[in-house]
């Protein structure tokens, strides 16, 4: 399907969460300006990590649990708080599986320190959609030998599962305020699939009007010249420059709109960064440029890449386009997403440092927009930031 058909089928049906794609292709368009993020891309594993002696391996643009190996868990490994997640999912009758939201970072997970979306039409308790300890399911489907898919919303203690369009669970679970999502096998002979994983982060606000610089502090003295447009967006030219928030934040998940209005512009969104401290902190990459034709191959850390710290695995970003960015950071880790596909997951194991240019940091620090140099013409929209909470264990 090519991305003009998607567009149209978008707006044909602006009530249908999702519209099948390719595997390994990156999101709709119209999902990935919504906030969307593929958990997974439909041909690796990358962003996720086994927990437990399972095999998990990726068959037709499915994750699948290999039959011979023993029980456990796939987790991200990136931590989320309140969001949509949707996953299609695929079991045998005998089947006894599940979807796990906010688990601990480490270590075992179970229905006790975890919420579970229970898989398994035969368990006679909490059989598929039920929130397993907690809540069984209205009405019961039959799931197994098809494609089924979950909804789930979880905003603060309210949580909402729908299973193949029907609500099937509403219910409170404060017991749990943020976690990995991890994708379970605990017993059947057949095998068990998932495909289609994707999660939108909520409760976001805005740190952008769209009127004046608001909420933002440029540091004085610099060449960029930072303004908002005609059309309500933030805008950089020339450099070098730095435009900081006024607020600060240290475990949070960012998300903004970026066009770069020339070829292979150089520019970045600093995170933790020090307060009128120029070019601090972090800084994800913005710069559309690969070598030859293979996108796989970037150029200076490609946008999307955590700078001097680990190179985008793709360019998916184009100049002359916007594209969404997400960028999630909670304690050593940090992910970013481009139109819905994750780039860069990296893990900083250095000493503690008061920069994070010179080792981790973890406090809170302000966000910046860079002007890099005279070449610099950039624009910015639909800024907006949740904070996490702190883990509940």
């Not at 595997?23 to 439909?42: N, R, S």
């Not at 391996?57 to 990136?78: F, K, N, Q």
Request: hydrophobic share 40%; net charge neutral.
């Amino acid at each position: 399907m090519n991305t003009l058909t998607r567009l149209v089928l978008a707006c044909m049906l602006p009530s249908v969460p999702w519209l099948p794609h390719a595997a390994g292709d990156t999101l709709p368009p119209a999902e990935a300006a919504a906030g969307w993020i593929q958990l997974f891309d439909g041909e690796t594993l990358f962003g996720w990590k086994p927990r437990g002696p399972a095999v998990w391996e990726v068959v037709d643009g499915a994750i699948v649990h290999r039959p011979d190996s023993g029980r456990g868990m796939l987790g991200t490994t990136t931590e989320f708080a309140d969001f949509e997640l949707s996953v299609e999912f695929w079991v045998d009758a005998a089947a006894d599986s599940g979807v796990f939201l906010r688990c601990p970072a480490e270590g075992e997970v179970t229905h006790e320190n975890a919420s579970e979306v229970s898989i398994g039409d035969q368990h006679p308790q909490w059989p598929t959609g039920s929130l397993s300890g907690r809540k069984r399911i209205a009405s019961q489907q039959t799931t197994a030998g098809r494609w089924s898919r979950f909804d789930v919303r979880a905003l603060g203690p309210d949580v909402e599962i729908k299973l193949n369009g029907a609500v099937a669970v509403e219910t409170r679970d404060a017991r749990f305020a943020r976690g990995p999502i991890c994708l379970q096998y605990w017993s059947g002979p057949g095998p068990v699939k998932f495909r289609n994983v994707k999660l939108r982060p909520l409760g976001l606000k805005s740190l952008f009007n769209g009127k004046d610089l608001a909420g933002w502090k440029e540091i004085p003295g610099r060449k960029s010249v930072y303004s908002v447009t005609p059309q309500g967006w933030l805008n950089v030219r020339n450099g070098n420059g730095d435009l900081q928030s006024v607020e600060t934040f240290a475990d949070f998940v960012f998300q903004l709109d970026i066009i770069s209005n020339g070829q292979h512009l150089n520019s970045g969104v600093f995170f933790r960064a020090l307060p009128g401290q120029f070019w601090s902190g972090y800084e994800s990459q913005i710069r559309n440029q690969w070598e030859g034709d293979d996108r796989a191959r970037p150029v200076d850390f490609g946008t999307g890449g955590i700078y001097n710290r680990q190179p985008a695995r793709r360019v998916v970003s184009t100049d002359g386009q916007w594209f969404t960015k997400t960028i999630i950071a909670h304690g050593r880790h940090m992910a970013v997403w481009i139109d819905g596909y994750l780039v860069s997951d990296f893990q900083d194991n250095r000493p503690p440092q008061e920069s994070a240019r010179q080792g981790y940091r973890a406090q809170a620090g302000v966000l910046s927009l860079q002007g890099h140099d005279p070449t610099t013409d950039l624009s910015f929209r639909n800024l907006r930031i949740a904070e996490l909470p702190a883990a509940s264990r």
